[in-house]
């Protein structure tokens, strides 16, 4: 294992934010029906459902002073208990993580996620309306609409089955045309940083401005209600909308998956 000067992974500024925001939302949402534990440098989060998923299972190190192994024993200990497969997630600079995680036989993902952080308020000018979900029909549209954008088959049931739209501290959003529902998001605050999830759009309703839509109404509600910043996880191809919204990246993420313990 590669430990070098790694520990200025105090993981400072940006970086640190979101995977904090990250770690209390996926606790916030899947965690409260499942388990959440606290372990040393970060904490595991494990839903009701035993699937290898970032935002369903998943280890987060926010404390890197604490060796990476250590943390990563704390994890796989905390999945021992659910019986449940995981996901671990790394800071693409955090050499030492990244080498111990392979080392505790981790599948490295080497698709890189840019996380990306705005400040400001985000200026959009767009005919798109945005809603708050606020009952049962607002929820089973949101739940379908992003089931279809991420074309991942029980998102949906995921959604509703596990409370998240429930989850205290989090807006859930749908942006519309008229009667016609396009796509939706999440915002997340944990006190003092915002997060943005779930923004998806349906292929047939892309190329409308829905993501950007409703990304700015939900960044801009986050940085009223007193977030310092706010933070997201963007896939490659949705950087470039993120980045007209006047996001910037300030690294990226790697994961890594592990069976469940024996």
Do not use: K
Not at 147 to 160: K, R, V
Not at 240 to 254: A, N, Q
Request: hydrophobic share 40%.
């Amino acid at each position: 294992m590669r430990t070098g000067s790694c520990n200025r992974l105090t993981m400072v500024g940006s970086a640190q934010m979101g995977v904090t925001n990250l770690a209390a939302y996926v606790a916030a949402t899947v965690g409260r029906p499942g388990r959440v534990e606290q372990v040393a440098g970060g904490s595991a989060v494990a839903s009701a459902v035993p699937v290898a998923n970032g935002y369903v299972n998943a280890g987060f190190r926010t404390d890197g002073t604490v060796p990476a192994a250590t943390f990563l024993d704390g994890v796989r200990s905390a999945f021992a208990g659910v019986g449940s497969p995981y996901v671990v997630w790394a800071e693409s600079t955090d050499d030492e993580l990244l080498s111990a995680a392979v080392e505790a036989g981790g599948g490295a993902d080497d698709t890189h996620t840019p996380a990306m952080v705005a400040a400001e308020r985000v200026r959009l000018s767009s005919g798109i309306e945005i809603r708050r979900v606020t009952d049962p029909a607002d929820r089973a549209a949101f739940a379908r609409l992003c089931e279809d954008g991420y074309g991942i088959p029980g998102l949906a049931w995921l959604l509703d089955s596990q409370g998240c739209f429930d989850a205290p501290g989090a807006t859930w959003a749908i942006a519309a045309s008229g009667s016609t529902d396009l796509g939706v998001g999440c915002g997340y605050s944990d006190g003092s940083t915002g997060g943005i999830y779930y923004v998806a759009t349906p292929p047939g309703h892309r190329g409308q401005g829905a993501a950007a839509a409703v990304t700015a109404w939900l960044t801009n509600g986050l940085l009223d209600a007193g977030a310092s910043q706010v933070t997201l996880q963007a896939s490659e191809a949705g950087r470039p909308v993120y980045e007209r919204l006047g996001f910037t990246t300030s690294g990226s993420f790697l994961r890594h998956t592990f069976p469940a313990p024996r």
